[in-house]
């Protein structure tokens, strides 16, 4: 591949951009809303509220997005979403909305939740809107560029962009959290400042430096000297009926659905869970070895129990989203090297440790009122597995069904169903949990994890659909 150098600098440039993509998708889907909550006047669910608005109209963006890629380019697409989402940062700094006072519970009499008093509320949930919304984009096109680029090594170049999901967890959730805390007094304004400066340097690199697909600029996928022989010039893109009546969509809908429903489920339900199981087993926990430093922390009518259950699950998390990074790149080699079942199989399987490893804390806490530390490392090993070897392999096996032409037309129908479950799993997860029926709930899950692993077991009698170009 790096022998043709004109294709190595293309290669390499969207390689270092696509970790770049998926750093930011990653961070500004979701996770930077622990930093806003940290230090925001406004209360969870106010802040929260953008981010669920988006999630939702996400499923139907997901189709407009692939739509837009097939007719107008990816860059075309892409270039306006990074600079929307640049404007919603500087619309979040503007929006203000920071704790007025530090500690202070009242600005001049008034509550500090109230939008109306602290910063404008309704610039914050418009920026914070459009920036869940543009950000799937980067996603997106990083899987597009991908798929368009590379047949051979698609696997191990998805492996590398996809180091980017993990990376935001690891150095920016914590990280900026605590230099917020520490250095800028709780104001997160520089922080989206800087990100803002990023979004408008990355949309110029793409402009410049990325094209949609090789033969833009007279090079075929892997830096080849000559077309895919698995392609034939007469393809064209596959309308949605098309794709609904095939029954390889429908595997992929079950399979990478189920796997991404347990992923968002499970990382969402988790202080939740562990809150749970403190509360309902105060007085086996109050005598516990950990009893002691939950004193120290508040006792057990306080939050401090609690929140040192959370942490020991969080910190297994934190190991798990480290390991996801090169687990991401293993994953990868697996669907290059032994094929996408063979690596869609083991995906599934590890996915089953995430389930257990959180399943079986309930046993450990009734009875010693402690976590059970070798199913947290577990839990942890799972969330490698699965942070990791998710994303980069979801475009992999559309790929697989479909070809590296038809990926797009194919794919922005299939991630818009396997999104519309996923938009409320996290939630029905939680009701249970407080219902007191969390153990229900991860029955389910484990029932939904064998259901993907089911469905990927046909993928074995298919055939890659560029398989003539990938031996």
């Not at 929006?95 to 530090?102: D, K």
């Not at 109306?116 to 899987?143: D, E, K, P, T």
């Not at 980017?164 to 800028?184: D, K, Y």
């Not at 996915?351 to 059970?372: D, F, K």
């Amino acid at each position: 591949m790096l022998k043709n150098k004109k294709f190595a600098r293309y290669a390499i440039t969207f390689c270092i951009l696509g970790i770049v993509f998926m750093f930011m998708y990653s961070g500004l889907q979701n996770d930077q809303i622990n930093i806003i909550q940290s230090f925001s006047a406004w209360s969870k669910t106010g802040t929260q509220q953008p981010l669920a608005v988006g999630n939702l109209v996400c499923i139907a963006l997901t189709f407009v997005f692939g739509t837009c890629f097939i007719k107008f380019g990816v860059r075309k697409t892409l270039i306006p979403c990074i600079v929307i989402a640049a404007l919603g940062c500087i619309g979040l700094v503007a929006a203000n909305g920071l704790a007025c006072a530090n500690e202070a519970l009242t600005v001049s009499g008034h509550n500090v939740n109230d939008p109306l008093v602290v910063g404008n509320y309704l610039l914050f949930w418009i920026s914070l809107f459009a920036i869940r919304c543009c950000c799937m984009c980067l996603q997106m096109a990083g899987f597009q560029l991908a798929s368009s680029w590379f047949v051979r090594y698609r696997g191990r170049v998805l492996g590398i962009i996809s180091l980017g999901s993990p990376l935001f967890s690891v150095l920016c959730t914590s990280a900026m959290t605590s230099f917020i805390s520490r250095n800028l007094n709780g104001d997160y304004r520089p922080f989206y400042i800087g990100i803002a400066i990023t979004l408008a340097a990355v949309a110029v690199l793409t402009a410049l430096l990325l094209r949609d697909k090789p033969e833009d600029v007279g090079l075929f996928p892997d830096g080849a000297d000559h077309a895919p022989v698995s392609e034939s010039v007469e393809e064209r893109p596959l309308t949605v009926k098309q794709v609904l009546s095939m029954k390889k969509s429908w595997l992929m809908i079950c399979n990478f659905g189920a796997y991404q429903f347990i992923v968002i489920t499970c990382m969402a339900s988790l202080a939740a869970w562990f809150t749970y199981l403190c509360i309902t087993n105060a007085e086996v926990v109050a005598t516990g070895a950990l009893g002691g430093l939950f004193e120290e922390l508040g006792g057990l009518k306080g939050t401090g129990a609690s929140t040192l259950f959370i942490g020991q699950a969080t910190k297994w998390l934190s190991v798990g989203a480290i390991l996801g990074i090169p687990m991401s790149f293993i994953f990868g080699y697996i669907n290059d090297k032994f094929g996408t079942p063979v690596a869609a199989l083991i995906l599934g399987i590890t996915e089953l440790c995430t389930v257990i490893g959180l399943m079986a804390q309930h046993g450990a806490v009734a009875a010693t009122g402690s976590c059970s530390v070798p199913m947290l490392i577990l839990w942890g090993f799972g969330v490698g597995c699965m942070t990791g070897g998710t994303p980069a392999l979801h475009p992999a096996s559309i790929n697989f069904a479909f070809g590296r032409r038809s990926y797009q037309s194919a794919n922005r129908v299939i991630m818009a169903i396997q999104l519309i479950p996923s938009a409320v799993g996290a939630s029905i997860m939680i009701a249970l949990i407080d219902a007191g029926k969390g153990i229900l709930g991860y029955w389910i899950l484990l029932a939904i994890v064998l259901f993907g692993i089911a469905t990927t077991i046909p993928m074995f009698k298919m055939k890659d659909a560029n398989a003539e170009d990938r031996d």
